[in-house]
């Protein structure tokens, strides 16, 4: 099973990108699928999580201003980023996971915010 994150880039604060993973090799559908970061120097963090139901769970500092979401095509999701500040500045992994299987992991896309 392969997540293969993409749409991270350079972009100026206040402004907007939408990442993208799919998923190649599942045949199964995640219950759950999400992402998180990593800045410099920091520890990973939840930024979204949204279950199959379309239950979403945001990290307090992106509410408001990210929107998470499934796509059509199984295992998908997507995290549209609006409003993008500095301290968004990370690498974005989406993962998917179907308890009581391990969750799987993307190889990271990273987003860069300048002020």
């Known amino acids: 099973v392969q997540l293969q994150a993409s749409g991270g880039g350079l972009v100026q604060a206040g402004g907007s990108l939408r990442l993208s993973c799919a998923t190649s090799?599942?045949?199964?559908?995640?219950?759950?699928m999400g992402w998180y970061r990593q800045a410099p120097g920091k520890q990973r963090e939840l930024v979204a999580t949204?279950?199959?139901?379309?239950?979403?769970n945001l990290a307090d500092f992106v509410k408001g201003r990210f929107t998470i979401s499934r796509g059509s095509a199984r295992n998908t999701v997507s995290l549209q980023m609006n409003s993008l500040k500095p301290e968004d500045t990370a690498v974005y992994y989406c993962?998917?996971?179907?308890?009581?299987?391990?969750?799987?992991w993307g190889q990271g896309t990273l987003v860069t915010v300048s002020s």
């Open positions: 993962t998917g996971r179907q308890p009581p299987l391990a969750p799987y």
């Open positions: 090799g599942a045949r199964f559908s995640f219950n759950v």
């Open positions: 949204i279950t199959s139901g379309g239950i979403t």
